[in-house]
């Protein structure tokens, strides 16, 4: 759901301020009464609302991935090994490779905002994104999981 709403904050008569949310908006957003919102800040004036949902978590998993790469190099022919040489310095032309799976070493449950620093420290080129453009681009969520 993309709808945009704006609400004022208002506030009573001893100064505490509240929103009050148009029943429309609440319609929309299958929200009810004891759910709780999670509010990010969109850094720009603007905030998003999220309903959590309470039976799922985040879990990061890492994998070491492992490919078979192969090269082609040109050695002297009395010194064949000289082609290990340029493969070790960077040197050589990728020739064919094969990827051989991911094995998992390890997982474990994160809190959103663990995530979400993670995220910043992994991926320090994007840290002017908004927390949703994060959970939407780099975060596997159930609705991205294909049932086969």
């Known amino acids: 759901m993309n709808n945009r709403h704006t609400v004022l904050v208002q506030e009573n008569e001893v100064g505490e301020q509240f929103i009050e949310f148009p029943e429309e908006m609440i319609k929309e957003a299958n929200w009810k009464e004891g759910d709780d919102l999670k509010w990010t800040d969109n850094k720009d004036g603007t905030w998003t609302l999220s309903k959590v949902d309470k039976d799922k978590v985040w879990v990061m998993v890492e994998c070491i991935s492992m490919f ?3 090269y082609m190099v040109q050695a002297p022919i009395d010194h064949p090994e000289y082609a290990l040489d340029t493969v070790t310095m ?15 070493v390890s997982h474990r449950v994160m809190t959103e905002e663990q995530a979400l620093e993670l995220s910043d420290e992994d991926n320090a080129y994007l840290k002017d994104w908004t927390d949703e453009m994060k959970i939407q681009n780099l975060f596997t969520q159930k609705s991205d999981i294909i049932n086969k």
């Open 68 to 70: 078979r790469q192969r």
């Open 90 to 104: 960077n040197e050589a032309k990728e020739f064919s490779q094969l990827h051989l799976g991911e094995t998992i």
